[in-house]
């Protein structure tokens, strides 16, 4: 029996301040690729700027919506760690782009 693991791919999608006349980006949210729907339940525009989740790296965690990067993390795999300090869980099962985003996403690093 072969195990079929479906990967989940994000987008960033920008939220616009109220007073801005530029549309200076108030907040970035994490999206399903594709998606108009963010993981904090916001609905996003079409028209809203879209960046790759690879980008978290470069966006301030105080830029990012508390709840899309809450519910982000609890997507990612938490197998404890073993005596050698290396986790168990199985390459395969980590969704696309979590080695890039995950100490963004957590604030380390």
Request: aromatic letters at 6%; charged letters at 25%.
């Amino acid at each position: 029996m072969v195990n079929e693991v479906m990967a989940v791919i994000f987008e960033l999608k920008a939220e616009y301040g109220f007073a801005s006349e530029d549309a200076e980006i108030h907040l970035w949210h994490l999206v399903r690729e594709g998606s108009s729907l963010a993981l904090c339940d916001r609905a996003m525009t079409a028209e809203s700027r879209t960046r790759s989740a690879l980008a978290l790296r470069d966006v301030f965690p105080e830029r990012l919506c508390q709840e899309c990067r809450r519910r982000y993390c609890e997507l990612l795999p938490s197998t404890p760690p073993t005596a050698a300090g290396t986790s168990t869980a199985p390459a395969a099962v980590e969704p696309i782009q979590t080695v890039q985003t995950v100490r963004a996403v957590r604030g380390i690093g």
